[in-house]
């Protein structure tokens, strides 16, 4: 069968999360014909085409429930009907709990499942044991996308098969490959959800203990989140008002243009109490490609992206003393802060492209058509 005449139902929970580029990536990347469903692990929607079910489909199911037949939810019978309408051949699920809960719909009409693991999915104790282990959905899927070294070992762990298990990180569009860092300012960026794992805080107590000493150095920390307030209050304690910027939500073309006058990328990732990991943060690749040295913590798949003290720094989550030095000695180098950034840029190109990862999902969908019709 020809890739380029597959029909992949995507889906995932939301239609367009400010922090969800990759999927968007892959979603107008992939070479197959993609149906983007949305709206919920099972979802209510599909682009294009609107809210899904119809009086006809809750007719169907009262009749079935008064003749005493076992039926699908209203949610579920409205996909079935979907799937099979559009004659998809393959489901891309993105997140293990979407898979969770819409591998028995694959099995019930027959359609092999590609599971894309991102993160939390793979870390969250509760999340984790809600899913039941993901038993059910590691037996059934054709392959387990994961996208970092640790994920992949903690799968593993909680029983999947490692011949299942595919390595495939996120990569970050062409575009960032194109952007030259000037160097000229003493500007730190980060961008990301203000949430517990990414810790925010902790970026801004260790800019602190750098602006102290560089009082012209500024933090830019774009995107919004739960930890917003409390760092904007954070910020106003420490009297860094007119240092530290919070811009809320950019798009693509701000971000380019923060990158291009930065000094370099710094994010403060942890594990949250709950177990919440990052997969491998797009945002640290981003900034990679564009040629700025990162900052960064030894946790989740940083480390297999970003090299240290070559394309720029890791340092123990929690670490904000290092943290600081750490900022503070490409201030104080900026012939180094360029030769990590262009070295970051090098490696990126070589081994985490957008078009290396989409042709490993592009061959996990062949193969999954063929095994299913062969």
């Not at 099995?107 to 999340?127: C, E, Q, W």
């Not at 670490?319 to 970051?344: P, T, W, Y």
């Amino acid at each position: 069968m020809e890739l380029q005449k597959s029909r992949i139902a995507m889906i995932s929970p939301s239609i367009n999360v400010y922090s969800e580029t990759f999927i968007q990536e892959q979603k107008n990347g992939l070479k197959g014909r993609v149906f983007y469903y949305f709206g919920g692990e099972i979802p209510q929607y599909l682009e294009g085409f609107g809210k899904l079910g119809t009086r006809y489909t809750a007719w169907s199911i009262k009749l079935k429930r008064k003749l005493g037949l076992k039926t699908f939810s209203f949610a579920e019978t409205a996909l079935i009907h979907s799937l099979k309408k559009n004659k998809i051949e393959v489901v891309l699920a993105q997140y293990g709990t979407t898979a969770h809960r819409i591998v028995k719909i694959c099995k019930h009409i027959d359609i092999p499942l590609i599971t894309h693991f991102h993160g939390y999915d793979a870390s969250v104790k509760s999340v984790i044991a809600d899913c039941n282990q993901y038993k059910e959905v590691f037996n059934y899927s054709s392959y387990i996308i994961v996208v970092s070294k640790k994920m992949e070992m903690h799968l593993q762990n909680l029983g999947c098969s490692s011949e299942k298990l595919i390595y495939n990180t996120y990569g970050p569009s062409t575009l960032f490959l194109e952007q030259i860092p000037q160097f000229s300012n003493q500007i730190f960026l980060g961008i990301g959800r203000f949430v517990n794992k990414k810790a925010p805080y902790y970026t801004i107590l260790a800019f602190k203990k750098v602006h102290d000493q560089f009082p012209d150095s500024k933090l830019i920390i774009a995107g919004t989140g739960e930890l917003y307030e409390p760092c904007v209050n954070l910020i106003r304690y420490l009297k860094l008002e007119d240092s530290v910027s919070l811009p809320g939500i950019i798009d693509r073309n701000q971000f380019l243009n923060y990158l291009q006058k930065a000094l370099a990328f710094v994010q403060h990732s942890i594990t949250a109490i709950n177990g919440d990991q990052e997969g491998t943060p797009v945002a640290i690749l981003e900034a990679s490609a564009a040629g700025l040295p990162v900052i960064s913590t030894m946790h989740a798949g940083i480390p297999d992206v970003i090299i240290d003290n070559h394309t720029g720094f890791l340092i123990e989550e929690h670490d904000v003393d290092a943290m600081a030095e750490k900022m503070k000695i490409l201030l104080e180098n900026k012939d180094l802060a360029e030769q990590f950034g262009n070295n970051g840029k090098e490696h990126i190109k070589n081994n985490f492209t957008l078009k290396k990862h989409l042709d490993v999902i592009d061959d996990l969908i062949k193969k999954a058509i063929n095994n299913t019709h062969g």
